[in-house]
């Protein structure tokens, strides 16, 4: 069966289509969304057959899938981290919601969930309000990477449309957000003193 296709207008998202969308993935539905940056695919943290199909869709082990959280809000992310240091919780608040993916020290809820001796976690609360709005209904961080293109010169793809021609068949619920950004979030390591940056995308930190 096809996925759902919701047409979902970025600034002023329709309640009844979130609710839609949040109830397949609470019901362990797997989903394409928006973000700020790059289109994602995820499912919600505790489907893990949700999780395992997507890492066999990347054609890797559970494990070894570099998947980010994402988060509605900074208060539901305490719960899956260490105590965040003074300085850490500043940047974190002046940069989110944004197209980040910071990297913390994970508490010991992340190995047991995920059945791996995983130390940290990228996560990201973007900046976009469809895709918040879905996680707070679904009240839990949703696991995701980002969806990427088969040709060899561009990463991502950016169409909805074409994402749905593409994926339609492999996942539940595919939301229409329009046009996605080719450029990933910028990825800070936070769990020393300093921050480093991987990887410079779309964001631009502010310390």
């Known amino acids: 069966m096809a996925a759902e296709f ?24 797997i989903a394409i969304y928006p973000t700020d940056s ?19 869709f990347k054609g890797l082990k559970t494990k070894n899938v570099k998947f980010s959280f994402l988060f ?10 260490l105590p965040l ?3 850490t919780f500043k940047i974190i608040k002046k940069n989110l919601p944004g197209p980040f993916t910071f990297i913390l020290p994970a508490s010991n809820k992340i190995p047991k969930l995920l059945e ?21 209904l679904v009240d839990e961080p949703i696991l995701n990477i980002s969806v990427h293109d088969d ?3 561009i990463e991502y793809t950016t169409d909805p449309e074409l994402i749905y021609d593409n994926f339609k068949n492999n996942v539940d619920v595919i939301i229409n957000g329009g046009y996605g ?6 990825v800070v390591d936070l769990t020393e003193d300093e921050p480093v940056i991987v990887r410079q995308g779309i964001g631009e930190l502010i310390l």
Do not use: M, W
């Open 181 to 186: 950004f080719i450029y990933p979030s910028t």
């Open 38 to 56: 790059v289109y994602g695919l995820g499912c919600k943290l505790s489907n893990k057959k949700g999780i395992e199909k997507i890492a066999q």
């Open 85 to 87: 240091s003074k300085q």
């Open 116 to 136: 791996s001796s995983r130390k940290t976690l990228g996560i990201r609360i973007p900046d976009n309000n469809i895709i918040r709005d879905i996680i707070r």
């Open 6 to 29: 919701y047409r979902i207008h970025p600034e002023t998202p329709s309640n009844r289509l979130v609710s839609k969308a949040a109830q397949i993935l609470k019901n362990n539905g």
């Open 151 to 153: 040709d060899e010169i």
């Open 72 to 81: 509605s809000d900074i208060g539901q992310i305490e719960e899956y981290t």
